[in-house]
């Protein structure tokens, strides 16, 4: 396993929209247990593929419950297929540095997805394991939890991170 560097907003390469896996290969395994250890590193709940500059549909989510050994799930391919409810809860990503808000997700959702053997599953979750599911397979899509704030807020955080990227030039 080795430690991947995240990449950080405003990196193109965030934007684009991540390609389907279709091989379930090592090279898959190598990325997912990577992407893990670099989440935990972090360290996060949720990381996905793009974030370590892999353009491919791959999420990786803490669902450690209160009380259990730290554990995580790999989703290949995740799709929303059925949702329920709103929720709001606070929010942070891990490519968007120095910000946490509020964001309004669906309060429970079925996920269909593919373990690394590429066998089919489904997944139903709810509250913040459902808001974590649902913020990593906004990445796979180009979506960050920004484009969720008001043009306000997200303009704000534009202009601080222009000048967080300018005072590290300067050193
Ligand atoms: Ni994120």
New binding site residues.
């Given amino acids: 396993m080795a430690l991947r560097k995240i990449i950080e907003y405003p990196e193109p390469l965030l934007r684009v929209k991540a390609k389907k896996v279709d091989t379930f290969d090592e090279e898959l395994k190598i990325l997912v247990e990577d992407m893990a250890e670099t989440m935990w590193e972090a360290p996060g709940v949720g990381l ?1 593929a793009p ?1 370590v500059a892999q353009s491919v549909r791959v999420i990786v989510v803490d669902v450690t419950e209160p009380g259990e050994e730290k554990h995580y799930m790999a989703l290949i391919n995740p799709e929303i297929v059925e949702h329920e409810g709103t929720q709001l809860d606070e929010e942070g ?3 968007v540095p120095e910000l946490t808000a509020q964001v309004q997700r669906y309060k429970k959702v079925t996920v269909d997805y593919q373990s690394e053997d590429g066998t089919s599953k489904q997944l139903i979750a709810e509250d913040r394991i459902a808001v974590v599911l649902q ?1 990593e397979i906004d ?1 796979l899509d180009g979506i960050l ?1 920004i484009d969720h704030l008001s043009p306000l807020k997200r303009n704000l955080y534009k202009k601080k991170r222009k000048k967080m990227l300018a005072l590290e030039q300067t050193g």
């Fill in positions: 996905a974030q990503c891990l490519s913020h990445h939890f």
